[in-house]
């Protein structure tokens, strides 16, 4: 622990500052000593003019430094250079010698040193002509500094230090034009953002302010070389300083363990409200709280973007309530999904984001009532029908709470008749570890839909399914860039309704879940397959090689789509290969429906994906490689690994990973202990020798395969590769 508290990482953070400080003392010695001796000949002892550029240096390095620690390093720098430059000044500028045997010298440089810190406090990237307001704060606290200082501690004549402040102001403003315009443009540039320039502009204008002084009370040409100079080592000094903002170098948070990371600051953490449902015609409105350490924050900055059910975005107004609260609304022009993204940025250039996603429902249709029958001529008209009754209103009918299970032993065919967002359900398909999948129907125009509604257990936290539903909502768009991939057709989540939920609020649970609506497979999963019985002569037909390395492709594109977009599927398994419609029993008539493009598999469950580089949440023992289990952050590899298991699973009926593996990892997950159950997973991953015998009679493809469950990851092809092989396998012959 001490030898990782003691070391000085070279960070994004760290690189400016140590870059600054490093390159001011070349700076120093160019123009303090080899310039003025050695090209123009000036004479005198430059020792106090090179420690003010120096501490210029440091003062510069501290300006992309946040905290209160900067400031403190930031006055005693200054403090100790002040000491030099005002003793060298005060001899040109007729003034008694200050000595720190009398404190006068003390008194003289305390003043300006605190103005630096104040500077620290007052002035940030956002302060308006602070420029202009440091120049301000070097004259007055430089002429109180030589006020108190010229007529003695005990008597501070407040005349003196006026005629001070009148005599340095009138030399300040013009001295420091020039090199005000400088700063204010390197203020401006795109880069300065982080680059507060508060305690630097204060301390230089100060120096400048006394070489400037020196020359005019004694008009000598070697005293205005440093204000001169300046004009060069200045714009150095801050450039480094911004370059160092641009150049310096960018750590991937993905490969630093978060164990060892202490980061000084969090990223905002950002909570989006709504409702989950509105009628077409009506406006949404979206609540946005921003906190940060626990409280909520306001923001510097706040985007919020709306992407329409077509995948156009478009930018939202966003307006401050309060403290850390914000609002947008929006008025839909259609019915559909809409989901809604937030990024906001902190002071600290630090950045949260979440996503919300809502469903807008058309408008029920209503038919005008048929006109009255007119009369004939000749007879009378008939008379008037009775009043018809009030419509009968059938709605569900509420049930108790108390009849109702609880959330740790949920029923989820409870749901089957219901309505759920504007959705009927129709059947309970299955249950999963994560979730309940549940068929239903949007009636005002029966497309058929599945339903993914996350298993949510009494008193556990939100943030699983916060992550859950943010991921997911970034799928939206994903899914509907391949064909091979279940649609994801919106996210309908109320995470005021989730917090009441998981209270244990069971008839909320009931009514409104949340929940995943994805697009309805007919044909079921690629389990199926293999273990109905009507499809017993599909997998000894000639045709299963070729059929398996049919699907193997087509999903192997689906994730080749995924992993560009940055996200890792995780859960690539049997079970989630599912059909549009239902498979045909022979293998010839399925080979054709699949080459036609009439029967397609899709990689469902996309709400199991997560960011490359992210925690692994879940995984399936049979089909996972053993580095997901082990700790590893999410990679493409996995997926590769797990549809080759997939691959080997369909062309032989048995699982890939060997039975001891299988239980190692289901071990490793029921707190046995990391030790011990990591241990036993290690060394059952470790001497897992894989089983390629049972595929010998798909002789051609074994290297594919070989190469697709190599247990190292970096063995593994990517999925545009194996795609492109698998195709070239589909008309495979089955070795005798």
Not at 206 to 218: G, H, I, K
Not at 235 to 254: E, H, N, Q
Not at 303 to 313: Q, S, Y
Not at 662 to 681: C, F, P, V, Y
Request: overall charge positive; aromatic content about 8%.
């Amino acid at each position: 622990m001490l030898g990782k508290r003691h070391c000085v990482p070279i960070t994004q953070d760290s690189f400016g500052p140590w870059l600054s400080a490093a390159l001011s003392v070349p700076i120093a010695l160019l123009f303090g000593l080899g310039i003025p001796l050695l090209v123009l000949g000036i004479p005198g002892d430059p020792t106090a003019y090179t420690i003010s550029i120096v501490s210029l240096g440091l003062l510069t390095s501290l300006e992309l430094r946040r905290g209160w620690a900067r400031l403190a390093v930031g006055f005693a720098v200054s403090f100790v250079t002040f000491l030099f430059v005002i003793q060298q000044s005060t001899a040109a500028l007729n003034l008694s010698p200050l000595g720190l045997a009398d404190g006068s010298l003390l008194w003289a440089s305390l003043p300006p040193s605190l103005a630096v810190f104040a500077a620290g406090i007052l002035f940030s990237d956002k302060t308006q002509l602070k420029v202009v307001k440091a120049n301000a704060l070097a004259i007055c606290s430089l002429a109180v500094g030589f006020g108190i200082s010229s007529t003695g501690v005990a008597g501070v004549n407040s005349s003196s230090i006026a005629s001070s402040i009148l005599f340095l102001a009138a030399l300040g403003v013009p001295a420091n034009a020039a090199q005000m315009t400088l700063l204010h443009l390197l203020s401006r540039m795109g880069k300065a953002r982080r680059f507060s320039l508060g305690m630097m502009p204060t301390a230089f204008f100060a120096y400048n302010l006394l070489s400037f002084a020196s020359f005019v009370s004694s008009f000598n040409v070697n005293r205005l070389y440093p204000f001169l100079s300046s004009l060069a080592f200045l714009p150095a000094l801050a450039m480094i300083g911004m370059g160092s903002v641009r150049f310096g170098p960018k750590t991937s948070t993905a490969n630093v363990p978060s164990a060892t990371s202490t980061p000084s600051t969090t990223r905002p953490r950002v909570t989006v409200i709504g409702d989950s449902s509105i009628r077409q015609g009506r406006q949404q409105t979206v609540r946005i709280t921003t906190a940060s350490g626990g409280k909520p924050r306001s923001m510097t900055e706040i985007r919020a973007t709306v992407t329409k059910p077509g995948g156009k975005t478009e930018m939202l107004k966003v307006s401050k309530t309060s403290e850390g609260q914000y609002k947008t609304t929006y008025q839909p022009k259609g019915p559909g999904n809409y989901a809604v993204h937030v990024t906001a940025t902190s002071k600290d250039h630090l950045m949260g984001d979440e996503s919300f996603s809502f469903n807008v429902q058309a408008p029920p249709t209503h038919h005008p009532p048929p006109p009255p029958p007119q009369p004939s001529k000749g007879h009378p008209a008939p008379a008037p029908p009775p009043p018809p009754s009030p419509p009968t209103t059938l709605r569900a009918v509420p049930q108790s709470s108390s009849n109702l299970p609880k959330l740790d032993n949920w029923n989820p065919q409870l749901w089957v008749g219901r309505d759920l967002h504007g959705y009927k359900v129709k059947e309970h398909l299955a249950s999963g570890l994560t979730g309940y999948v549940l068929h239903a129907i949007f009636e005002h125009n029966n497309v058929e839909v599945a339903i993914k509604i996350p298993i949510l257990k009494q008193g556990t936290g939100t943030t699983a399914l916060d992550e859950t539903m943010s991921e997911a909502t970034r799928l939206l768009e994903l899914s509907e860039r391949s064909k091979y991939v279940v649609q994801l057709r919106g996210i309908l989540v109320d995470r005021l309704n989730v917090q009441e939920i998981l209270k244990g609020d069971a008839a909320l649970y009931l009514q409104s879940p949340p929940a995943i609506v994805m697009e309805f497979m007919k044909g079921g999963a690629a389990k199926k397959l293999l273990e109905d019985p009507s499809y017993e002569s599909l997998y000894y037909s000639e045709k299963w090689g070729g059929i398996v390395m049919l699907i193997g492709h087509m999903i192997a594109t689906a994730l080749e789509t995924i992993h560009k977009a940055g996200f890792v599927h995780l859960d690539v398994k049997p079970q989630n290969i599912l059909f549009n419609t239902i498979p045909q029993p022979t293998g010839s008539e399925m080979m054709d429906k699949m080459q036609s493009g009439v029967l397609v598999p899709k990689l469902a469950d996309l709400g199991s994906a997560v960011k490359a580089g992210a925690k692994v949440n879940q995984f399936t023992p049979e089909y996972a490689p053993g580095e997901q289990v082990l700790g590893d952050s999410a990679a493409s590899a996995m997926d590769i690994y797990a549809l080759g298991a997939t691959l080997y699973n369909m062309m032989t009926k048995t699982p890939f990973n060997s039975k001891r593996l299988i239980d190692a990892m289901n071990n490793a997950t029921r707190g046995q202990g990391s030790n011990k159950g990591g241990g036993e997973l290690r060394s059952a991953w470790d001497s897992f020798d894989p089983d390629f015998a049972r595929i010998a009679k798909f002789q051609s493809a074994i290297p594919i395969m070989k190469s697709m469950l190599a247990k190292d990851p970096r063995q593994r092809p990517d999925a545009g590769t194996v795609a492109s092989s698998l195709r070239n396998l589909k008309d495979m012959k089955i070795s005798s």
